[in-house]
């Protein structure tokens, strides 16, 4: 019965060892890639990648459009309609809108980091898991079956611990990628395919509009003026409904921009901390169970 037991350690540590060797020789994450597991990453990959690109695009767009309102902001057209001097303050039209540009920039940009952290740690996590603490779990084990106990560690238990550790730490990411890729394509790419379609649209108008250049005519003197009033009154009204349109097209990019901003701080932030409690919930409560000690 003794030689039994024996014989039953001997060839599980000959098992351990081996796992442990192929983990550190990275042949373990190799056959994982050619499994299901293997699709889970490049699903993964895939979704950060085209998550990255979609927010570089977005961020652009939105310092666009910010560098466009800079330029006209401020600005105070000033024309003569019937010889009276006027001044249309394009600035007032802008100003509710100005805070909102800049912040939605910067959520842009911090949507951009975290994607880029998220990809990173992905790499990480695949060194990391299998490659260093699968391995390292594994020669405790091994350590455990002989030595079941040093001082008040019960090797086994934190063997058993770590290697469930390892397999979070491997497949986190991909996890948390796999999520935020089904919620998007479930709820959220309706709305950001066509907040980012009328973004564009705005933006073109914006532009389209003139005003930027209407700025550098506010330093037209009154006697010119004078001698084109014709001209001038008609100038007034077009800058006036250049002004209603930009108001229109503000309030609009302001609709657009609140929906992007949804879209991104889920897909960023929420979705990712969320999937990481429940994660870190998950080892919590494996570490607190104890393996059968007859091994």
């Known amino acids: ?11 599980i540590s000959i098992v351990v060892l081996a796992i442990a060797a192929l ?30 690109e979609r927010a570089v695009y977005t961020f652009a767009i939105a310092r666009g459009i910010n560098g466009v309102i800079s330029v006209i902001q401020g600005t105070n057209v000033a024309v003569s309609p019937a010889g009276v001097g006027l001044q249309l303050s394009v600035g007032e039209v802008l100003d509710p809108v100005n805070d909102l540009v800049e912040h939605f ?22 060194w990391l898991g ?8 594994m020669l405790l084990l091994f350590i455990g079956l002989w ?3 040093i001082s008040r560690w019960d090797l086994k238990t934190w063997a058993y611990k770590l290697t469930l550790i390892s397999l979070v730490i491997r497949f986190c990411i991909p996890a948390v990628s796999v999520v935020s ?21 705005a933006s073109r108008e914006i532009k ?22 014709y001209e001038n009154t008609k100038e007034s009204v077009d800058i006036r409904s250049k002004i209603l349109f930009l108001k229109d097209k503000i309030s609009d990019y302001a609709g657009y921009t609140v929906n992007l901003i949804i879209v991104f701080v889920l897909q960023t932030v929420l979705i990712p901390l969320c999937v990481l409690w429940f994660l870190s919930r998950f080892v919590m409560y494996i570490s607190s169970i104890r393996p059968n000690r007859e091994v």
């Open 130 to 137: 299998f490659k260093i603490m699968l391995s390292f779990s």
């Open 147 to 149: 030595i079941p106990q």
């Open 23 to 52: 983990s550190y020789l990275s042949l373990i994450d190799a056959f994982f890639q050619k499994t299901f597991l293997g699709e889970f990453d490049k699903k993964g990959s895939k979704y950060l990648n085209e998550t990255i």
């Open 105 to 126: 920039s910067w959520i842009m940009l911090m949507s951009c980091i975290s994607l880029g952290i998220q990809k990173i740690l992905m790499e990480i996590g695949m």
């Open 1 to 11: 019965m003794i030689m039994k037991e024996k014989y039953k350690k001997l060839l």
């Open 181 to 201: 890729e089904n919620t998007y394509h479930l709820f959220l790419k309706k709305q950001y395919d066509e907040s980012i379609a009328s973004l564009e649209k």
């Open 208 to 229: 389209d509009a003139g005003l930027a250049d209407e700025s550098k005519k506010e330093s037209e003197n009154y006697l010119d003026a004078l001698k084109k009033m």
